[in-house]
């Protein structure tokens, strides 16, 4: 409204200056104009009101005029015959007007609007109120005291405004018979107090103004049902429990700047259910009740800013489905939780000045959020989780917070953000959190802790005009814009910059305003390009240098070219130039061509460049490579060197040495170097050469002149000389040493195949080796186990009784009566008579060292030697030592076909057949030593009869 208006009177003031016509001559204090057929009337200092009838009459000839105005005069009274036979639409005034005559105005009874300001009556002259027709009263800026009846009966009256006056007093009758009054604007006043019918009568009254006032109560006061919009900003009203006690159309409430401490549930109720703006800002609120706003299902903006509010109900806007900007500004909140889950048409969140230390999902499905102000709070880290679902976020700041952390991807879902604030905070890094930023048009990050800006820190910010880094702790920002083609202001002052590398910025260098002040620019060849670029000549007035001490304290602009690429400390037989290196640069030391017999002995720290060619040098160059850190290029061409016997620097990456008297290649060299020089030295080409010969076939690419780089024509083998040395073979370079390699080769393989067929040999008969040495006396290849101590027998004979003539035909001779001389049990030879077979024959089994199964179909079909063969495995697998050897003897049934413990037997355990080879032998390492057992703990892990695990 204010544009608008502001529009409206500019209009006014240009028809005035560009009339097509100028009516009034210049004798009068008058100025008329015509435009669009409407005449203009401006009256500037006029001390005689009375002169106004030349004016209207002879001038103007009576012509209508359609602005009146009447400005700076000095006269406090109007008279009546002024206006005679004259029609006006709109009058304006400034005159400090005490009184009126009754007819002043009766002439121009077609009179629409009238503007008086600075007067001086007390009270609204009866000359206004017969003004029939008039639409608009404006009395502001004057001294009305109070309003009584002087307005009554003004049927086309629809807006009275009474801005800036001493009202006091308001009659309840004041608006009586204004049927058509729709704005009434009474701010900035001295009211108090207004009876509730004031505008009872004033049924078309949508928009009434009184802010600015000392009402102290406005019970009752609106009962027009046509009201929209309400303001009562800064008064003293401390509640408005009883405000709304009717059912209006209120739309707009401003309520804020009054001490109103608490607001009942009640005070907002379904009479004003149309609300759509309401604001309790300033008024000194300490909390709110759950359902305070819960009729107020219409409500889009809320101001609840500058309170003392510390937390939120969980419930207060959940009925708010249409509620787009919450200002909650300025107030004491430390914890918000899930309050506006239901929100999710919500644009704007204003939160700035509170107690916040984290957002917690805070804005967690606000897909249409495009402003969020959390300025001035006490956050630490911007998290991941934090602006996932705000997809729409035009908007954010950040100011004045701790936020020492910003998670990679905080921002990657926020592809429409144009503006963001994280300026005065604690940042160290950007994490590359900016990356998915295309939008981003405004970025402030001064007054933070940054200590560089690296190049994918700002790459994708294609859009970015405005970016203030300054007060942080800067030191590069190298690469850092150059995708920024779009920045037009750049703020990087009070840092640590000391250089502008040209690939900081764009190719084409469009900035408008860089502001770099207060850093600490060292004047060298890296900021040559300021002074070669026509549009970024401006930028070196505002660098002052601090160093070198030559250039202290004065600005880039004022020095050459020149200036920047000499280099002071220079040997007196060299020419030294600096040379830019995008943010880095180095010193160019030429001394070729000088017929130097020695390197100078001091050297710039800063060289890079070494030129030596063509001079007289020799061998033992003095270089001293620990102040050459910085030497890349090392130009020894056209010398007489013979052999380097001098050390290289260690981050070399030129080395020129051809033309020179070499004979041998190095045996060292830094491993960095990549390009090489060799040709034109005399390389003697023999066995010792085959070194060099593979670094010249290996690292071709690396050699500039590897085509040219050949044998001696005087040394080494003569059928070589002035060869191509990378084009010989190694046969033809040293043919002895191919024939050795042979020798060995042939040698090696012989050598590896015995040892790979020994290996496979030992694997597949492994255990029958260690059967065989075994019976050859090496008794240490099988531990003993010390769990055999204390046994009565060596073995226990478990056999079928329809065997027993083998057994003792064949098993109890080779046992008992050959060395080592075994203690069998052997049932029924063995038994105690009158003991019980089966528990005589299991407690014998315990008191074995190993149990030998004559395992043929006798056995398998004998119960009782399969229950003796059951115990015996289980106790095997209980102690997890196995003793049982069993021996096959004839043909037994297919393993499908066998009880499931002898199945499990067979085919976990080396299974004896009686009469193979080695038989008795395989018998005897399975048995136990018969050596005295030691008392470190053994274990028979080596034997070849592994425990049965999976049982």
Same mark, same amino acid.
């Given at each position: 409204?204010?544009?608008?208006?502001? &529009?409206?009177?500019?209009?006014?003031?240009?028809?005035?200056?560009?009339?097509?016509?100028?009516? &009034?001559?210049?004798?009068?204090?008058?100025?008329?104009?015509?435009?669009?057929?409407?005449?203009?009337?401006?009256?500037?200092?006029?001390?005689?009101?009375?002169?106004?009838?030349?004016?209207?009459?002879?001038?103007?000839?009576?012509?209508?005029?359609?602005?009146?105005?009447?400005?700076?005069?000095?006269?406090?009274?109007?008279?009546?015959?002024?206006?005679?036979?004259?029609?006006?639409?709109?009058?304006?005034?400034?005159?400090?007007?005490?009184?009126?005559?009754?007819?002043?105005?009766?002439?121009?009874?077609?009179?629409?609007?009238?503007?008086?300001?600075?007067?001086?009556?007390?009270?609204?002259?009866?000359?206004?109120?017969?003004?029939?027709?008039?639409?608009?009263?404006?009395?502001? /800026?004057?001294?009305?005291?109070?309003?009584?009846?002087?307005?009554?009966?003004?049927?086309?009256?629809?807006?009275?405004?009474?801005?800036?006056?001493?009202?006091? +007093?308001?009659?309840?009758?004041?608006?009586?018979?204004?049927?058509?009054?729709?704005?009434?604007?009474?701010?900035?006043?001295?009211?108090?107090?207004?009876?509730?019918?004031?505008?009872?009568?004033?049924?078309?009254?949508?928009?009434?103004?009184?802010?600015?006032?000392?009402?102290?109560? !406005?019970?009752?006061?609106?009962?027009?049902?046509?009201?929209?919009?309400?303001?009562?900003?800064?008064?003293?009203?401390?509640?408005?429990?009883?405000?709304?006690?009717?059912?209006?159309?209120?739309?707009?409430?401003?309520?804020?700047?009054?001490?109103?401490?608490?607001?009942?549930?009640?005070?907002?109720?379904?009479?004003?259910?149309?609300?759509?703006?309401?604001?309790?800002?300033?008024?000194?609120?300490?909390? +709110?009740?759950?359902?305070?706003?819960?009729?107020?299902?219409?409500?889009?903006?809320?101001?609840?800013?500058?309170?003392?509010?510390?937390?939120?109900?969980?419930?207060?806007?959940?009925?708010?489905?249409?509620?787009?900007?919450?200002?909650?500004?300025?107030?004491? !909140?430390?914890?918000?939780?899930?309050?506006?889950?239901?929100?999710?048409?919500?644009?704007?969140?204003?939160?700035?000045?509170?107690?916040?230390?984290?957002?917690?999902?805070?804005?967690?499905?606000?897909?249409?959020?495009?402003?969020? /102000?959390?300025?001035?709070?006490?956050?630490?880290?911007?998290?991941s989780e934090d602006f996932s679902t705000t997809p729409s976020l035009q908007s954010l700041r950040l100011t004045k917070n701790n936020i020492n952390r910003i998670d990679y991807d905080a921002f990657t879902n926020l592809p429409e953000l144009k503006n963001l604030t994280l300026d005065y905070n604690r940042l160290e890094s950007l994490n590359g959190s900016l990356r998915d930023l295309r939008s981003l048009e405004i970025l402030f990050l001064h007054g933070n802790k940054l200590r560089k800006i690296r190049e994918f820190d700002m790459r994708n910010l294609r859009k970015l005009k405005r970016l203030n880094l300054r007060s942080n702790n800067i030191s590069s920002i190298h690469g850092a814009f150059r995708n920024q083609i779009n920045l037009e202001v750049l703020t990087i002052s009070e840092n640590s910059l000391t250089t502008l590398s040209r690939i900081t910025f764009p190719l084409n260098f469009r900035i408008k305003k860089l502001n770099v002040g207060a850093n600490k620019w060292i004047c060298d060849c890296r900021l040559l390009w300021i002074l070669e670029e026509s549009k970024a000549v401006k930028l070196a007035g505002k660098l002052k240098c601090i160093s070198p001490i030559y250039f202290r304290d004065?600005?880039?602009?004022?020095?050459?070219?020149?200036?920047?690429?000499?280099?002071?400390?220079?040997?007196?037989?060299?020419?030294?130039?600096?040379?830019?290196?995008?943010?880095?640069?180095?010193?160019?030391?030429?001394?070729?061509?000088?017929?130097?017999?020695?390197?100078?002995?001091?050297?710039?720290?800063?060289?890079?460049?070494?030129?030596?060619?063509?001079?007289?040098?020799?061998?033992?160059?003095?270089?001293?490579?620990?102040?050459?850190?910085?030497?890349?290029?090392?130009?020894?061409?056209?010398?007489?060197?013979?052999?380097?016997?001098?050390?290289?620097?260690?981050?070399?990456?030129?080395?020129? +040495?051809?033309?020179?008297?070499?004979?041998?290649?190095?045996?060292?060299?830094?491993?960095?170097?990549?390009?090489?020089?060799?040709?034109?030295?005399?390389?003697?080409?023999?066995?010792?050469?085959?070194?060099?010969?593979?670094?010249?076939?290996?690292?071709?690419?690396?050699?500039v002149d590897v085509n040219s780089t050949k044998c001696s024509y005087s040394e080494g083998k003569p059928e070589l000389y002035g060869k191509i040395i990378h084009e010989l073979t190694e046969y033809e370079l040293c043919p002895e040493k191919l024939r050795l390699y042979i020798f060995l080769g042939v040698g090696l393989s012989v050598l590896t195949l015995s040892a790979i067929g020994s290996h496979l040999v030992y694997t597949r008969y492994r255990y029958h080796l260690k059967v065989w040495f075994y019976s050859q006396g090496f008794h240490w290849l099988k531990k003993k186990e010390i769990r055999d101590a204390g046994k009565k027998y060596d073995a226990y004979l478990c056999f079928s009784d329809k065997d027993l003539n083998f057994v003792r035909q064949y098993i109890i001779p080779e046992l008992e009566e050959k060395d080592p001389f075994y203690i069998l049990f052997v049932p029924p030879r063995d038994m105690q008579a009158g003991r019980f077979e089966m528990e005589h024959r299991m407690e014998e089994v315990s008191n074995s060292k190993r149990i030998i199964i004559v395992l043929s179909q006798n056995f398998v079909d004998e119960e009782q030697c399969m229950e003796i063969f059951r115990v015996s495995f289980a106790a095997c697998l209980e102690e997890k030592l196995y003793r049982i050897i069993p021996i096959i003897v004839g043909t037994l049934p297919p393993l499908s076909e066998l009880d499931s413990f002898l199945k499990a037997a067979i085919e976990s355990t080396k299974c004896l057949k009686f009469g193979q080879k080695f038989f008795w032998e395989m018998v005897r390492f399975a048995m136990p030593d018969k050596t005295p057992v030691k008392d470190e703990c053994e274990t028979d892990d080596d034997m070849d009869m592994p425990l049965l695990n999976a049982w």
């Open positions: 409204m204010k544009f608008v208006a502001a &529009c409206f009177f500019m209009w006014i003031q240009i028809a005035v200056v560009i009339g097509k016509k100028t009516l &009034c001559p210049s004798s009068t204090a008058c100025e008329c104009s015509e435009s669009n057929r409407r005449v203009f009337v401006n009256c500037l200092r006029m001390a005689n009101i009375s002169q106004l009838k030349d004016v209207f009459g002879k001038h103007l000839n009576y012509a209508p005029v359609y602005i009146f105005r009447l400005k700076q005069c000095k006269a406090k009274f109007l008279p009546s015959p002024v206006f005679f036979n004259t029609t006006i639409r709109d009058f304006r005034t400034d005159c400090p007007f005490d009184r009126m005559d009754n007819n002043s105005l009766s002439a121009i009874n077609s009179l629409k609007i009238l503007s008086l300001y600075s007067s001086d009556f007390s009270r609204i002259p009866k000359a206004i109120g017969d003004l029939a027709n008039l639409k608009q009263l404006l009395i502001n /800026d004057g001294r009305l005291y109070a309003l009584d009846t002087e307005l009554q009966n003004m049927t086309q009256l629809r807006k009275i405004k009474l801005i800036h006056n001493h009202l006091r +007093l308001v009659s309840n009758e004041a608006f009586l018979g204004n049927p058509n009054l729709r704005i009434v604007d009474l701010s900035h006043n001295k009211l108090v107090y207004l009876y509730p019918e004031t505008f009872n009568r004033c049924r078309e009254l949508t928009r009434v103004f009184l802010h600015k006032n000392f009402l102290k109560s !406005i019970d009752g006061l609106f009962n027009n049902p046509n009201l929209i919009e309400i303001n009562l900003r800064s008064n003293n009203l401390k509640s408005i429990d009883e405000a709304f006690q009717q059912e209006i159309k209120l739309e707009i409430l401003d309520i804020s700047e009054n001490a109103l401490h608490e607001v009942s549930e009640s005070a907002l109720n379904s009479n004003v259910k149309r609300l759509r703006i309401l604001s309790l800002a300033h008024c000194q609120l300490n909390f +709110l009740r759950a359902k305070i706003f819960h009729l107020l299902n219409k409500l889009e903006k809320i101001d609840l800013s500058f309170n003392k509010l510390e937390s939120l109900p969980l419930e207060i806007f959940r009925n708010l489905h249409n509620l787009v900007e919450v200002d909650l500004r300025e107030n004491k !909140i430390t914890y918000l939780n899930d309050v506006f889950i239901q929100n999710y048409r919500l644009e704007a969140i204003f939160l700035s000045g509170n107690n916040l230390r984290s957002i917690n999902n805070l804005f967690r499905g606000l897909e249409y959020l495009t402003i969020v /102000d959390l300025k001035g709070n006490k956050l630490q880290a911007i998290t004065k600005k880039l602009i004022h020095l050459q070219t020149r200036d920047l690429a000499n280099w002071n400390n220079c040997p007196s037989s060299c020419d030294c130039t600096c040379v830019a290196k995008q943010d880095k640069f180095f010193v160019r030391v030429d001394c070729s061509n000088r017929n130097l017999l020695q390197v100078p002995p001091v050297l710039p720290d800063e060289v890079g460049e070494l030129h030596l060619q063509d001079n007289n040098l020799t061998s033992h160059l003095d270089l001293d490579i620990h102040s050459l850190e910085q030497l890349r290029y090392l130009n020894l061409e056209q010398n007489f060197l013979n052999k380097i016997d001098f050390y290289l620097p260690k981050n070399l990456r030129i080395l020129k +040495l051809a033309g020179n008297n070499l004979t041998r290649f190095p045996s060292y060299f830094p491993k960095s170097i990549s390009t090489w020089t060799l040709s034109g030295n005399p390389w003697i080409c023999d066995c010792e050469t085959v070194q060099f010969w593979k670094f010249l076939t290996s690292e071709r690419s690396k050699i």
